[in-house]
Each structure stands twice: as C-alpha cells, then as structure tokens.
C-alpha cells in the first residue's frame, strides 16, 4: 500500500515538474523515453516522458525502456524514500544509462519543492501548494483504489467529482473524480461543474493543511477551508485523507 | 436590509473545542453537516420558536432542536412538570409512578401498540428493536431504505470499519422500490428478522420521498410472508403526522415503534412500543442505563402528550406549514428560481429543481440564517406549536429578499 501511495505522489509530481518546473522542463525537452517500476507478482506503473510533458501510466510498464523490477514492495518504498535499495534493473533500450540519470534528475527536484527551503518556497509558494494539493489528490486515490481497510467507506462515496480551489485564484485548482471504485486525478479545471467543492481561503491555507501545520477540522469549523455542493462526497474523503496520513507518517 | 450575523464566539469556542473534545463537535451538529461560515455551532438559549446563538444573534428556528422541541423552547408548563420532578430527586433507586403512568397513556394512544419501553435516545430504542426482532424470529438480516436515517449505532450509521461487523447483516434497498425489495426479500429468504423503515423517507442532503401507492401493502405482504417483522422508526416525524403514531397516518400495522424526539419537548427520553405478541422477547432483555428512571423527562412527557392533545396540535402544525410551503414556492417562482418544499407540511424541507448537489439550496439557506431564519441547508425542517402567523409572515419576508439575492448569485 505505502508504494502505492509513494510511487503514485511521486509520478504525479513528476507529472506536475514538468509545468512548473525550469529544470525538469529543460531535462525533458526533445526527450522521449518510458521508465517502467514493477513489483514481482505485484504492481507495475510507469513515466511517459515526450513532447516535453511527463505523463503517469498506472498498470503497465508497455514500452519502457528502462523497468527497475522490485522483489517486494518494501524494496520500492525504499527507493521512494531515497535509501538504499534492492532492484533490478531491466535494459531494454540502448539508451537506458541515460534514461536512468535522466530519472535521477527528475526525481531529484521533487524534495526540492516538497520540502522546500524558506527561499525557494517564497519565490516558488503556487507551484508549491498546486504541487501539493496534487500530490494529497493523488495519494487519495492510491489509498482508495488499494486500500483493503477504507474500502467499505470508499464505496458509501458518491460518484462525481470533486474540485479543490483556492480563492481568488482560478488556475490553483485540482480534481478528483470517483467513478465506481476508480478515481482519476486532473490538475486542471477541465469545465466541467463539480458536483462538490472544498475552496481554501488563501494558497497559505492550503500549502499549512497539506504540510501538517493547521488541522483540517479547525480549518474547516473557521471557514478557512469551506466546502460546498454534494457535502458527503467531501467527507467521504477525510477517512482516507486519515488513512493517507498514516501511511506518508511510515518512515 | 439587516446587518448578516458574525459567528466570532462560536469559532473561537469550536477552537477551544477541538483542543479537548475528537472533532470539536460530533455527527449532526458538526460544522461540516452546514456550512461553515454561515452558521452558529453553538448555542445560548431558546423559548417559542426564538433561539439565540454563542454571539447572542437570534434566530426564528426552523429546526426545533432537530424535532424534538415540538411545542416550542422552554415551554412553562412542560418544565414546571419537570422541574417538579426535578425537586423530588429526579433519579430515585427505581422508577416512580409517572413511568406506569407515560407507559398506560401511550398504549391508550398509540394505534396497536400495548406496551411500552423506555429509553434515552432513538438509537436506543431502534437498536433494541434490531435486536428484539432478531431474537423474536431466530433470524439475523435487517432490511433498511438506503440513505435512511436509524441512529448512531454501528449497525446503521457510517461508522463503516472492518474492526466493526455490525453492518454484516444489514441490507439496504431505494425507498420505494418494491421490486429491488422483493428481490432482497427473495435472496435472502428465511434470513431476514425485520425490515426498518421510517413513516417517510427523509433522509440528510436530498428532497423527502412519500411513500408510493402500494409500497406500504408490499411491505406487509413481503414480511409477512417471510415472518420478518416490521420495525417503524417514527423518531423524526413523532407526533407530528398523528397523535397515534405515524404508522396510524399512512393505515399501517408495524409490530415494534421506536419514538422519541418531541415525546417530551426536548426532554430526553424515547421509546420503543411493540404489539402484545413481541412482548415476551423483549421482556427477556436485559436493558437499562443509569439514567434511564429519571423522572424528568416521565414528567415532562405527559404534560407534552396532554398539551399536544388540548391544543389540537396537528391542525395547527398542518396550517403552518402549509402557509410556509406554498408561500415559499411562490415566493421562489417570483425570483426565478424553480422551489419545491418536499415532505409534510409539518417537516417540510426546500430543494430547489435541476440542482441535485444542493448548491443553490446552500446559498438561500445560509443567507436566511445570516439573516436570522434558521434553516438547514441539508437536513430537514420542523414547525412546532410555537410557530404563529407572525413567523412565518416575517419569514416570508426574508425569503422574498434572499430569493432574490440567490438568483442574482447564479
């Protein structure tokens, strides 16, 4: 489950790099590659890297040209958590040296904005929180694709979709959209009406409630995060926002 | 127009709050079941249909408590019974008279009903109903409506864990739909101890749901058949439907009714009442709580019951109600905007047409109770006997106003 979560938060951001950041934007610029992560008997997912843009791919690793294959999921956990790892890695391209450094590049720049220094955080605070509220969307969907424990409350949800907004701020916004028991992540407003809507007061509110610095039930009884639309679809999520923070706190 | 209500002191008590309590405030009452920003948490006092919030802003409540205060706040005659009560001690080492007294008028009162079974609250009694059923017929599955409404316990509320087994056995079916009831009842043949329904189906976040033309007879027919029995959890519309039980309004025979809520205008008490051929299996359960023989709520009950009765309180109910209905609809019409009042008249509820997400129902609720009608955006509303002419009059003319701003904020 914690390399669901972990693989999943991480592909997202990549995904979100690719926007944000100067970097990864100069990295993958004329690039074209797919890097494949699979567990033995287990979970498989890869990167798209092409026409500058990082696409996440969930249950296949068709294409790659690089596959770091895991014999269990703590093996991968410790790659995501930036340890030392046991893996193999699987060449099928001639490129792979490449490919390999080229995703050590990419992966380098995520704790450069999750755990962003004071400097860089003033000077990079949107892309940030959008980065964050992404990376929350995403880990929410792993814990309720995958989570055996949630899965009950998962199915009492409501179908549609959610959109998180910030104020006064119309291109911070994130989406997740249930569809029986799959959710699929958007890091755009895509024009559609959500049918429910949690809005933060300000990028502040939403940047202290996803690192842990405000709780979420005060932010919500002071208005700070307000909510609106299919109220149950919200609090469907708080169990497994719960349940995400248990597993981002498993060292 | 009047200056909106500021909730200062209710957030700074709900930060307090949760410091000390898990979620600062729990279930129904949290400050995600309305919307925050627009509405009190926390409440100083109320008398008639008048409450008045943590910052002192007063409201004409359409929530009465959540039903329970059917004749009105801090009714005199009610709590001078109680407080007589009170003064005798209140909690003896037993039950006083007014225990048998409640029992014997209930059983006269309440349409098939011939005992009675007291208790604190209404998951208390639909709990034990559960379980009375259960035991009665040697079977295990309960039959709900989804999205209805029976309580707090684990067998019937969102507290979904997989620690908790107590759904296992609980099975749900769309109000009013007798073939998917049919099918759950063919499925489950020889399994099934009783189905849970309330008199209509008015669940949180949606518009209420009368019971169709023939639902009730294929419920009868169904349980019947199967030897299930029929539990009516009558805790919200209490009296507000008939003075001999919900069930009597719509010609249905349950074997067990769970009541509570306004039995004592807002003293705390339920009870479940069954027929005579139920009464030997819950006579064999062991039930109490420490509090359950106070003599308050006894007290507060048959004056309630008494007054309810002088006052031909279901008339006036009725009137009222009807009054808000059709004058709010209109009032929307005259704005623009397509209302319907669901439910009956006594426990209306607005849903405005082609908005099932409730958004435009959350922007007209939040500015009438900035503006000092109460009404609950997801949940819904009550009358009570202190409701006049004169409230719903000023009301009106609240909503007139805030239809208009509504629309203009689509």
Not at chain 1, 209 to 223: D, H, P, R, Y
Not at chain 2, 235 to 258: K, M, Q, T
């Amino acid at each position: 489950m914690l390399a669901h979560v972990k693989s999943g938060s991480a592909f997202q951001l990549l995904q979100m790099l690719a926007e944000e950041d100067p970097v990864v934007q100069e990295e993958i610029r004329n690039k074209s590659f797919i890097l494949g992560l699979s567990v033995a008997g287990g979970m498989k997912r890869s990167v798209r890297i092409s026409d500058s843009r990082i696409t996440p791919l969930d249950g296949s690793v068709k294409g790659a040209g690089v596959i770091f294959r895991f014999p269990v999921y703590n093996e991968l956990n410790n790659l995501l958590s930036g340890k030392k790892t046991k893996m193999l890695p699987i060449l099928r391209s001639l490129a792979a040296g490449k490919i390999i450094a080229g995703f050590k590049t990419l992966t380098s720049r995520i704790p450069v904005y999750i755990n962003a220094e004071p400097d860089f955080l003033d000077k990079n605070f949107r892309a940030v929180t959008r980065m964050l509220i992404c990376a929350a969307l995403r880990g929410i969907k792993e814990v309720a694709e995958n989570d055996s424990y949630t899965a009950a409350r998962v199915a009492g949800i409501p179908d549609g979709i959610i959109a998180l907004q910030v104020e006064n701020d119309a291109g911070l916004e994130a989406r997740i959209e249930k569809s029986g028991s799959s959710f699929t992540v958007t890091t755009i407003a895509d024009g559609r009406i959500p049918n429910a809507v949690l809005t933060f007061k300000d990028a502040d509110t939403a940047h202290k409630l996803f690192t842990g610095k405000i709780n979420a039930v005060v932010a919500l009884g002071t208005s700070d995060v307000r909510i609106r639309g299919r109220i149950p679809m919200i609090q469907g999520l708080f169990p497994i926002l719960d349940r995400l923070s248990y597993y981002m706190a498993i060292e | 127009m009047a200056e909106e209500y500021k909730f200062d002191n209710s957030v700074e008590l709900f930060k307090r709050a949760v410091e000390v309590i898990p979620g600062g405030i729990y279930g129904s009452k949290a400050p995600g079941f309305v919307i925050p920003g627009s509405y009190p948490y926390y409440f100083r006092k109320g008398k008639g249909c008048r409450l008045q919030d943590a910052d002192g802003n007063e409201y004409i409540d359409f929530l009465c408590g959540y039903g329970s205060q059917i004749l009105g706040y801090g009714h005199d005659e009610v709590d001078d019974a109680a407080e007589r009560a009170m003064r005798d001690g209140d909690l003896l080492n037993g039950p006083q008279a007014s225990m048998v007294e409640l029992a014997e008028t209930l059983t006269g009162q309440i349409d098939g009903m011939d005992w009675a079974v007291f208790a604190k609250n209404g998951t208390d009694t639909t709990s034990l109903a559960v379980s009375v059923a259960r035991v009665h017929t040697g079977k295990k599955k309960i039959i709900m409506a989804r999205g209805a409404y029976h309580g707090a316990a684990n067998w019937c509320s969102t507290n979904v864990f997989p620690e908790l087994t107590d759904r296992e056995d609980v099975l749900s079916f769309t109000y009013n739909d007798t073939e998917e009831l049919s099918r759950l009842f063919s499925e489950n043949k020889g399994e099934i101890a009783a189905i849970i329904l309330t008199p209509y189906h008015h669940p949180a976040f949606d518009r209420q749901i009368m019971p169709a033309d023939g639902f009730y007879s294929t419920v009868k027919i169904l349980s019947e058949a199967e030897g299930a029995l029929f539990i009516m959890d009558d805790i919200r519309c209490n009296f507000r439907l008939s003075p001999s039980g919900s069930h009597s309004f719509f010609g249905v025979e349950p074997d067990l009714v769970a009541m509570g809520k306004s039995i004592a205008n807002g003293q705390p008490i339920s009870v479940l009442m069954g027929k005579q051929t139920v009464k030997k299996t819950a006579g064999s359960f062991f039930i109490t709580g420490t509090f359950w023989m106070s003599g308050m709520p006894f007290s507060a009950s048959l004056t309630t019951l008494r007054i309810m009765r002088e006052v031909n309180l279901i008339d006036h109910l009725n009137r009222i109600g009807s009054m808000l209905k059709d004058e709010l609809e209109s009032l929307a019409d005259e704005a623009g905007l397509k209302a319907e009042i669901s439910g009956a008249p006594a426990i209306p509820f607005l849903t405005f047409t082609d908005d099932p997400d409730l958004y435009i129902n959350q922007i007209f609720c939040s500015e009438m109770t900035k503006r000092g009608i109460y009404l609950h955006p997801h949940h819904n509303w009550f009358i009570s006997y202190a409701h006049k002419d004169e409230d719903i009059e000023q009301t009106l003319e609240t909503a007139k106003e805030v239809f208009k701003i509504t629309a203009s904020m689509l």
